[in-house]
């Protein structure tokens, strides 16, 4: 510990580091200063453990001294002494937690006794301080110790067996049965609807503060467990004690309502049933299939023992060729309307079922692949970009999902076919490639992927459009490319055939001299300009 003496008698100063041997009071440094300014400034580039301060000095008081280190929170013992007795000085000092009193001539003996009660009392306060911070982190580490094992437990990272899960809560030191009776409340939100809103950790932090301060009247409680699906985001909720369906309804809609407002997202909730901890885990897997079925009834809180109620007694199918002849028209707006109608008239009627909302697919996707194939165009190619990929993925979970992967695919459709029909477009989007691209390997089939056409059907548009062969357009530039480099560059003609796409010498040698009526070298040395 350091040791701050301030007193403007030099002798006094000299006399405290003389007779009393600081060591004994696990002090090991001291530090003096003859007025309350240096003293200040001592203070502030190290501050002392304990303080002993005359209390009358010419430039500035101890109890001055005393104020100005209580305001900067200094909780270091400080020990008066002072020539006079003083009722007014006695109340101050003590005013501001002044450790002891002393009355010059210094006594010896009383100096040591205050030193003692000073130091015991500065090592006592740091001890329950320390405590203090050791309880805060305990109880910090048992809620950091708490989640992770309920998120151990519904992942199944904990084996579901009663032996080993006691096994655990007793490893971990957890208040908590084994064999105790639990309920799984579920909230979700679809990707789908919040990605377009908010970064996924941000989304997943604010419904686990809102679903904590519904189901627990606190925020970052440490039973509210957020993660991800493919699917959706999710706050899963550990509930001690058997379900009050009513309530945790009442309490669902109030989450739902908070969702909407703040996060502009529908949240769906569901509660389980009953359950030992060792059954949470099925729990979560059967809400989440819960959720998944739910093509109508979101945003609102939903039973497990519960079922979805369809009327499936008639069973509705598209109507192919209505929808056949409005992509023939090229009629986008009609098409997504259209179908868009048809969903919302089958939910109104409780019959859209995953089911039929599966049969709607395909029978869309029939009418769409029958069009792309009437105009030689390769779906598999078409649709392999990754946002079509990603909601096609996604496009049976809802009808908000359904819309938006038909809305791409009849984009994608009607662009496509108007693009063939103009097989000016087509031919010139495939030199296009060719130009791009005649420096490595390429066949027509390369060429034809690039458009989504068969490699037949292009090959017959681009002979009709150009005169020639997809296989002699490709030569003529290579052919090109090679006749600028033999008159700019010096590289040899072995090179130069490699870097325009051709595997061998011999084939380029041949190529050249067909379209051009010279070899390689006779071009070079007739056409290249001499320096």
Known sequence: ?????????????????????????????????????????????????????????????GLDMIKWVREREYDGGFIFFTCHESFEFASTAISYNADAYLVKPIDKTKLEAALRKAVDALKQNRLLDEYSRLGLTWIKNKEWVERNFWRDVLTEAISPRADLIASEIRKRELPLSADGDYVLFLAGVPRSQAEERWDGSILLYALSNLGSEVLFDRVNHDRVIPYQTESAFYIAVILEGTSDAERLKELGGRLIGLCGQYLKCTATCYVGETVAIAGLSRARERLEQLDASNIIFRGKVHLEKVPFRYDTSDRYALDMDRFSLLFVQGEKAPIVN??????????????????????????????????LLRNHIQAHRLFADEAILQLSQQAESSVFDFMKWAQAMTDKTIDSVR?????????????????????RELNREDVAAHVYLTADYLAKVFKAETGIAIKEYLNECRINEAKRLLLESKASVSEIALETGFDTLSYFSTVFKKLTGETPNAYRAKHKPQL
Not at 11 to 30: F, M, S
Not at 429 to 434: D, E, L, S
């Open 419 to 439: 693009e063939t029909l103009k097989s000016e477009g087509v031919v010139d989007k495939a030199k296009r490639f060719i130009h791009e691209n005649y420096k």
């Open 1 to 61: 510990m350091r040791c701050l003496l301030i007193d403007d008698d030099i002798p006094t100063v000299e006399a405290l580091l003389r007779i009393v041997d600081w060591n004994d009071y696990g002090i090991a440094e001291t530090a003096f200063a003859y007025n309350v300014q240096d003293a200040m400034r001592l203070f502030e580039a190290d501050r002392p453990d304990l303080i002993v301060c005359d209390i009358e000095m010419p430039r500035g008081s």
């Open 338 to 371: 259209g179908l868009k109608k048809e969903l919302e008239r089958l939910a109104e009627q409780n019959k859209l079922d995953p089911a039929t909302l599966h049969s709607i697919r395909e029978d869309f996707l029939q009418v769409v692949y029958s069009l």
